[in-house]
């Protein structure tokens, strides 16, 4: 069963707007984290941001922040003030307690930031 | 640049062959994994070494192998290679075996004609 569904193949966002990219888990692990990576089209895949099941505050790295609703098991990513070179795909991941740090990860969302 | 090195960074080669792909962590990472990604499975977990150990395995066929030495670089040995293989095959590491990030490298592309 898939473990991280990413719905949203693909989305259009006009510079400094905020985007939304959706992101839910599916796990039975008390403990666990959820990464957010970029990979623009040169292929390389960058961390963005991290949230543990038992963190209380919601994550924020800079312009990325993560909502975590842990109830509904969502971890969406926040971007705000996009930006032209924000445009790329974004991979939602998982690490669950038993798993030695293997990260599961969703099919992606495509992102175009449009002047 | 996230201090994974990854070589080489595109290899073409025909089908039945046989191909090592190389990784250094970052300095100092003991954890290494091996991630593929391809078009129709997106992104898999493939292997996990931490210092010298394999510690966790994936959906990595038997006819791929991979190893961690002891100055911990990594490789990862494809053999009789199917046109399905081709694909990003991206390394990473991280200090300990379940840190908060995991650093990627910036992959090996394989061609199978």
């Known amino acids: 069963a898939q473990k991280i569904t990413q719905t949203q193949p693909g989305m259009f966002v006009q510079e400094k707007e905020a985007v939304t990219l959706d992101c839910t888990y599916d796990?039975?692990?008390?403990?666990?984290?959820l990464f957010w990576y970029k990979q623009p089209s040169s292929g390389e895949m960058i961390f963005l941001i991290y949230q543990g099941s038992y963190d209380e505050q919601n994550a924020t790295e800079g312009r990325y922040s993560l909502n975590f609703q842990k109830a509904r098991k969502s971890a969406n990513l926040v971007i705000s003030a996009s930006q032209l070179g924000d445009s790329a795909m974004y991979f939602c991941?998982?690490?669950?307690?038993?798993?030695?740090?293997?990260?599961?990860f969703g099919a992606g969302t495509q992102v175009v930031v449009t002047p | 640049d996230s201090g994974v090195t990854q070589t080489p960074k595109h290899l073409i080669t025909a089908t039945g062959q046989r191909v090592t792909l190389r990784c250094s962590p970052r300095s100092g990472d003991l954890s290494v994994y091996w991630y593929q990604q391809s078009l129709d499975q997106g992104l898999q977990f493939l292997i996990q070494?931490?210092?010298?150990?394999?510690?966790a395995k994936g959906n990595i066929l038997e006819r791929f192998s991979a190893q961690q030495f002891p100055d911990l670089h990594s490789e990862l040995n494809l053999s009789s290679l199917e046109l399905g293989d081709s694909a990003l095959y991206f390394c990473?590491?991280?200090?300990?075996?379940?840190?908060?990030?995991?650093?990627f490298g910036p992959g090996t592309r394989l061609t199978v004609l």
């Open positions: 990473a590491s991280s200090p300990r075996l379940a840190h908060n990030e995991q650093f």
């Open positions: 070494y931490y210092n010298g150990e394999e510690r």
């Open positions: 991941a998982m690490r669950e307690a038993d798993s030695w740090g293997k990260l599961q």
């Open positions: 796990t039975s692990d008390q403990s666990y984290g």
